[in-house]
């Protein structure tokens, strides 16, 4: 079957544009995450979704990060005012539910800020 | 606070040797799992192991295989005949009751010289 979906998978953009990340996870998969790889920082958490609840997001750096997740399915990771320190690559994983199931992660989308 | 180590900057081995990659991890909780990815140039994190707390048995997957030790929490890989696809950079992470996503080590690049 499909595995997690990413778009796009490269962006470019200006010091202060905002930017909107497209995750679509495994169909079934009830758990979304988003994290994010740099080179200073390894992998990191940023939020998660599951089911109805309301997300976790304690892993977002500042305000200008947000994310949605519509009908369950689809995710969105929206970046404000974007800088330079938020270069690094975007990863969107998803799971099977909530128990301790392992994540499947899509391909990442590089996102570099000029 | 949950925390994995992998000391193991880089490696470079010649094929046909084994290595093994370390990871040692933190946590206060009794129910938790871990978790080995692999990350080949291409980017994508693949899915390799789970295991549960509760379950020390090693583990074989044709030249792989897991080291579970609670007593000195670590969680170790070991790669037998080693050969060039297995170049990547290797990651553990951890999962507890306290946090849904997972915690990362910096991971481990792994270079098989033909």
């Known amino acids: 079957g499909a595995g997690v979906s990413q778009s796009p998978s490269n962006k470019v953009t200006e010091k202060g544009k905002d930017v909107e990340l497209r995750c679509d996870p495994i169909s079934g998969h009830t758990a979304l995450y988003w994290y994010r790889q740099s080179l200073g920082q390894g992998l990191e958490f940023l939020i998660y979704?599951?089911?109805?609840?309301?997300?976790?997001k304690s892993g977002l750096p500042s305000d200008r990060f947000s994310a949605e997740r519509t009908g369950g399915s689809v995710s969105t990771l929206t970046i404000q005012r974007t800088q330079q320190e938020d270069s690094a690559v975007y990863l969107c994983?998803?799971?099977?539910?909530?128990?301790?199931?392992?994540?499947?992660f899509g391909p990442g989308t590089r996102l570099t800020v000029l | 606070a949950q925390k994995v180590t992998q000391a193991q900057t880089e490696i470079s081995v010649v094929e046909k040797e084994d290595v093994t990659l370390d990871c040692v991890y933190e946590?206060?909780?009794?129910?938790?799992?871990l978790f080995w990815y692999k990350q080949p140039p291409s980017g994508e994190l693949v899915f390799l192991i789970r295991r549960n707390s509760f379950d020390e048995q090693n583990e074989i997957s044709g030249r792989y295989s897991w080291n579970f030790q609670k007593s000195t929490s670590s969680f170790n890989f070991t790669i037998t005949a080693s050969q060039v696809v297995d170049s990547a950079v290797y990651f553990c992470?951890?999962?507890?009751?306290?946090?849904?996503?997972?915690?990362f080590g910096s991971g481990t690049r792994l270079q098989v010289q033909p």
């Open positions: 994983a998803s799971s099977l539910g909530d128990n301790y199931n392992e994540q499947f």
């Open positions: 946590t206060r909780d009794t129910t938790y799992y």
């Open positions: 992470a951890l999962r507890d009751t306290g946090r849904r996503a997972l915690t």
């Open positions: 979704f599951q089911g109805n609840s309301a997300p976790d």
